[in-house]
């Protein structure tokens, strides 16, 4: 057994000082973004439901006031790639493809607008994003007055099709870019990515110039991807957890719940670890058939005020204890949330005394325990030497919160 949360998180240094200052992103922002659900679908004569035009994110952004998701708090409707004609306008601007956006991106953020919701928008800063659209190099000002006047609320800048070493100079520039605009756009880079197969990404410099970060490969709909999500991250927790805070956070890219890869068990897997990551919550999913408990668990109210937390601290893996691994993430007034995953694959439940979670000592001599999922129950108030025990299913989890009460 490796315990080391208790002595860790007093001594762990939070660099969350130096955010970009722009005044954004204060909690990880949520919404939904399209790449991972619906890709680059662009034939919308074979396939006029699913293709990325804006019909889709008109329904997405229906939907999205309808049935509760707004509500939730889920704000941005965002687009990824392949949403642009292959040439710029006469003028060197980016046009959105004109039959799959005959009203142009401005009529669908001022549509976006109209429903109380905010709009993303996606470019590369090389010269053509992943899919082989335009990208922004040569014309990030340029681009970035584009999106503002468009009254875009987001930009996602993809690092494909750029030499590593003229990354951090790019992500800057448009990081300015954008500034100058005098507009407020959340800036969603992926550069931390695309560096780390060369060399460990300058973290200070990632978090004064982005709002959030990708770190680590793209998220697909599968178990394999989420765990190895987890993974990746809990290995790397020293060199990236401190960064996240209050205006720039880690993103370990969308939520794929609602799906068709992972089971439910699964899916709340994604869902606290996400929490405690203090992950941007964008789901890539198909909102308008989605099953009950899909959305339910994606609009729990404690699950997203996990991951809402004001204060800001990214979660942490503190423990492994044979098959079970823990996660801790410390919230506002005390209160700490905790994550048992259950990684053993085969099986039923397996059972895991509550004194064996490393953060339990915490809570001092007396602690008032909420089970969060896989459902909502009171654990009540336990001492330090409780014999309560959680059950947890094959790769599921259940996510605790631990009030203190003083003695
Ligand atoms: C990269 C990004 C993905 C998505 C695709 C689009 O792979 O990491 O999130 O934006 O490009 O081409």
Redesign the pocket.
């Known amino acids: 057994m490796r315990c080391t949360g208790l002595l860790l998180f007093p001594l762990l240094i939070s660099h969350a000082v130096k955010a970009l200052d722009n005044g954004l992103a204060l909690t990880p922002i949520m919404g939904w973004l399209h790449?991972?659900r619906f890709?680059?679908n662009v034939d919308c004569v074979a396939d006029p439901d699913n293709c990325i035009s804006e019909r889709l994110f008109m329904q997405m952004a229906d939907v999205m006031v309808k049935e509760g998701w707004r509500d939730a708090g889920y704000e941005y409707v965002c687009l990824?790639?392949?949403w642009p004609s292959r040439r710029r306008d006469a003028s060197g601007g980016l046009q959105a493809d004109p039959a799959r956006f005959p009203g142009g991106i401005k009529r669908l953020a001022d549509y976006v607008h109209s429903k109380g919701l905010k709009l993303g928008i996606?470019s590369d800063v090389g010269a053509e994003?992943?899919?082989g659209y335009p990208g922004s190099l040569d014309h990030y000002e340029k681009d970035a007055q584009t999106f503002a006047d468009w009254g875009v609320d987001l930009l996602?800048f993809?690092?494909?099709n750029m030499k590593w070493t003229r990354l951090a100079e790019g992500y800057r520039n448009m990081s300015r870019a954008l500034n100058a605009t005098g507009s407020r756009m959340v800036y969603s880079c992926?550069w931390p990515?695309y560096e780390w197969d060369f060399h460990k990404p300058n973290y200070t410099a990632v978090r004064e110039t982005c709002n959030q970060w990708?770190n680590y490969?793209?998220?697909y709909d599968s178990w394999s991807s989420v765990k190895s999500i987890a993974e990746w991250t809990a290995l790397h927790q020293d060199a990236v957890a401190p960064w996240a805070g209050p205006g720039g956070w880690n993103d370990p890219?969308?939520l794929v719940i609602g799906n068709y890869g992972l089971s439910h068990d699964q899916q709340e897997s994604q869902m606290a670890l996400w929490a405690l990551m203090a992950a941007p919550l964008l789901m890539s999913n198909d909102l308008r058939s989605l099953c009950p408990r899909a959305k339910a668990l994606l609009q729990n109210r404690r699950v997203i005020a996990i991951n809402q937390d004001p204060l800001g601290r990214q979660g942490y893996r503190t423990a492994t204890l044979g098959s079970f691994e823990v996660w801790e993430r410390p919230l506002s007034n005390r209160v700490l949330a905790v994550a048992v995953r259950n990684k053993q694959e085969i099986g039923g439940p397996q059972k895991l005394p509550i004194v064996k979670v490393p953060g339990w000592r915490t809570c001092g001599s007396l602690c008032n325990v909420t089970q969060i999922l896989p459902q909502y129950k009171e654990l009540g108030v336990q001492r330090q030497r409780t014999d309560l025990a959680v059950a947890v299913n094959p790769s599921g989890v259940v996510l605790l919160t631990f009030h203190p009460i003083l003695d």
Do not use: H, N, S
Request: with cysteine; charged share 35%.
């Open positions: 790449w991972a890709m680059c990824d790639d392949c996606y994003t992943c899919a996602k993809d690092g494909c992926e990515l990708r490969a793209d998220v890219d969308m």
